[in-house]
C-alpha cells in the first residue's frame, strides 16, 4: 500500500539554527501539506503546495518557514533560524485532488517528524 | 468559520466495553467529516469519513460514527474494545476555503486509554 514516509523521525537542534524536514508523498499525488502538532494541543495546518508553488499558508507559517519540491520526489520543510516554540510533531500530508479541489479525496498522513529545540 | 469540539480530553474505559467518542463540529455548508487515529510513535491514520449519503459510516478495525445534522455531531463508536485501540483520536473536518482550496481543521483530540 502506497504510504507518505517522512525523514527523521526524530530531530532535536539547537535554537537558532536551521531545520529541514523531509517528505517523501505518495507518488501520483498533487497536492502537498504540512501540519504539525505541538505537544497537547491539535493538529494545526501549516501549508499548502501545488504546482510547485505554495496554495495556502496558515498565520503560522510566516517568514522563518519555506516549503520546496526539490525534485520529483521529495517535499522539504525548512524553518530558518528555529525557536524553542516551535518544538512539535510535524506531519506531511499528500492527496490526489484533480485540476478542481473536492473533499472526494483522502489526505494521506506520514508517520510525522518530532521536531525538538533546545 | 469552521471547527471542531472534541469535548472529551480524556476517557478510559475497560477493554471489551463500548466506546463513545464525541465530535461536534461548526460549519455553514455541507460538512465532509473525518475521524483519524494516532498510535503512539505513529502519524494520522484515517479511520473512516462522510461525505454524503448513509449518515452511519463503517470504518477499519471495527469503528462506525454517526452524522447527525441536527445536532452537528459525528461521534465515533466501536462496540467492544481492544487494548490495541489505546492511542489518540482525532476529528476533523474538511471545508473548501474562500480560494477554493480545501482544508482540513481537526479538533483538540481524545486520548483513549484501555485498562485490561
Known amino acids: 500500500e502506497p504510504e507518505v514516509t517522512q525523514t527523521p523521525s526524530h530531530q532535536v537542534t539547537q535554537m537558532g539554527q536551521e531545520v529541514i524536514l523531509r517528505c517523501v508523498p505518495i507518488?501520483?499525488?498533487?497536492?502537498f501539506y504540512w501540519y504539525r502538532q505541538i505537544l497537547g494541543q491539535k493538529v494545526e495546518f501549516l501549508v499548502s503546495f501545488y504546482n510547485n508553488e505554495i496554495s495556502e499558508k496558515s498565520e503560522i507559517f510566516d517568514d522563518q518557514f519555506s516549503v520546496e519540491r526539490p525534485d520529483g520526489s521529495n517535499f522539504t520543510l525548512k524553518i530558518r533560524s528555529t525557536k524553542l516554540e516551535d518544538s512539535a510533531m510535524y506531519f506531511c500530508a499528500s492527496s490526489d485532488q484533480g485540476a478542481t479541489p473536492s473533499m472526494n479525496t483522502e489526505a494521506f498522513f506520514g508517520q510525522g517528524t518530532r521536531l525538538t529545540v533546545v | 468559520a469552521q471547527s471542531v469540539t472534541q469535548p472529551d480530553i480524556h476517557i478510559t474505559v475497560s477493554e471489551g466495553a463500548s466506546l463513545e467518542l464525541r465530535c461536534n463540529y461548526s460549519?455553514?455548508?455541507?460538512?465532509?467529516l473525518f475521524w483519524y487515529v494516532q498510535s503512539p510513535g505513529q502519524g494520522l491514520q484515517l479511520l473512516l469519513k462522510?461525505?454524503?449519503?448513509?449518515?452511519l459510516v463503517q470504518g477499519i478495525k471495527g469503528f462506525e460514527a454517526e452524522f447527525k445534522r441536527s445536532q452537528s455531531s459525528f461521534n465515533l463508536r466501536k462496540p467492544s474494545v481492544h487494548w490495541s485501540d489505546a492511542a489518540e483520536y482525532f476529528c476533523a473536518v474538511g471545508f473548501i476555503r474562500d480560494t477554493g482550496r480545501r482544508a482540513l481543521t481537526f479538533g483538540s483530540g481524545t486520548r483513549l486509554q484501555v485498562q485490561p
Open positions: 507518488s501520483n499525488h498533487l497536492y
Open positions: 462522510y461525505f454524503s449519503g448513509d449518515t
Open positions: 460549519y455553514g455548508a455541507t460538512p465532509y
